[in-house]
């Protein structure tokens, strides 16, 4: 161990250190391999988008201030985070549209009506995901339209149908600015 220890300590050792740093074509080398080091660090950092937490007003028909009839632009630039976008150019069968998929949330722009599904990520107005159907009546009244499955409301900006799981809990919303005659739903 001390042979080892007088080598590092050395004077030979120290005169090879002290010619090692001051070569400057070694100083540029080194240089060169921190430099590309840090490069990929740098690549990194980028800025993922954030959206504030989605707050639905059933009662209101909006998401956050918005009511189903928003144009895509409004909503990806007010939530920025979403998941895909279909503009009309290169919209498929259910037409424009931007969808939060990471947090179960649906804009379908192009029809005017916003879907909720059962793992939504966010505040509720009213707490629908998961209420059985006997206790929607309180807060609701008496469904437009019934069928085993759905049942459609009536309400001051257009109408809101709640799906049902097999258990009779509520397991997707939807939100529309349309009424019961003209409102088309995507499959």
Known sequence: MEN???IFFSK?????KLQY???PMKKICLFFVFACM???????????????????????????????????AEIKTKFPCFTSA????DS??????????????????DRDYIEIGPQFKGKLSVPLI????????????????????WEAYTTNYGILVLHFDAAGKVNKIQMSTQNANTLQLCN
């Open 92 to 109: 498929a069968k259910c037409g424009t549209h931007v969808f939060y998929k990471d947090r179960d949330l649906y804009f379908y722009t």
């Open 130 to 149: 998961g209420a059985t159907r006997s206790s929607l009546f309180k807060t609701l009244g008496n469904p437009k339209i019934k069928d085993t499955n």
């Open 4 to 6: 080892a220890e007088l």
């Open 21 to 23: 740093t001051r070569s």
């Open 86 to 89: 279909a503009e009309p150019q």
């Open 38 to 72: 840090c490069i990929p660090a740098v690549a990194q950092l980028t800025a993922k988008a954030n959206c504030p937490v989605f707050e639905v007003d059933i009662l209101d028909g909006k998401v956050n201030g918005f009511k189903a009839s928003a144009t895509n």
């Open 12 to 16: 030979e050792f120290a005169v090879e």
